[in-house]
Nanobody, 121 residues
Framework: QVQLVASGGGVVQAGGSLRLSCAAS????????MGWYRQAPGFRRELVAR???????DYTDSVKGRFTISRDNAQNTAYLQMNSLEPGDTAVYYC???????????????WGQGTQVTVSP
């Protein structure tokens, strides 16, 4: 089993910054993508950013230029630096990874606990 532990988040004023971390541990053969989704009340969960093991990065349009995702493959840890935060970024952020537990096991998604990010006007 793969476990994800998320940290960071909190309350910040608009224009401020926060950093999220997501560390994977457990029975890991390989991890492809790591990243974050977020879900605000009344909205669907949406992909915020993801990074592949090889460094391919995708961002949702609303965070481009403000958020930066990075990754330490040796530590199986991903980071999301969030700058110029806006009230619209307020949501519960869920880290995830797409991993394989053994060579023959299928890839599947694993999720960490959600962490609240609140941006006040």
């Amino acid at each position: 089993q793969v476990q994800l532990v998320a940290s960071g988040g909190g309350v910040v004023q608009a224009g401020g910054s926060l950093r999220l971390s997501c560390a994977a541990s457990g029975s890991i053969f390989s991890i492809d993508y790591m990243g974050w989704y977020r879900q605000a009340p009344g909205f669907r969960r949406e992909l915020v950013a993801r990074i592949s093991r090889g460094g391919r990065i995708d961002y949702t349009d609303s965070v481009k230029g403000r958020f930066t995702i990075s990754r330490d493959n040796a530590q199986n840890t991903a980071y999301l630096q969030m700058n110029s935060l806006e009230p619209g970024d307020t949501a519960v952020y869920y880290c995830y990874c797409n991993a394989r537990e053994t060579l023959m096991a299928p890839e599947r998604d694993y999720w960490g606990q959600g962490t609240q990010v609140t941006v006040s006007p």
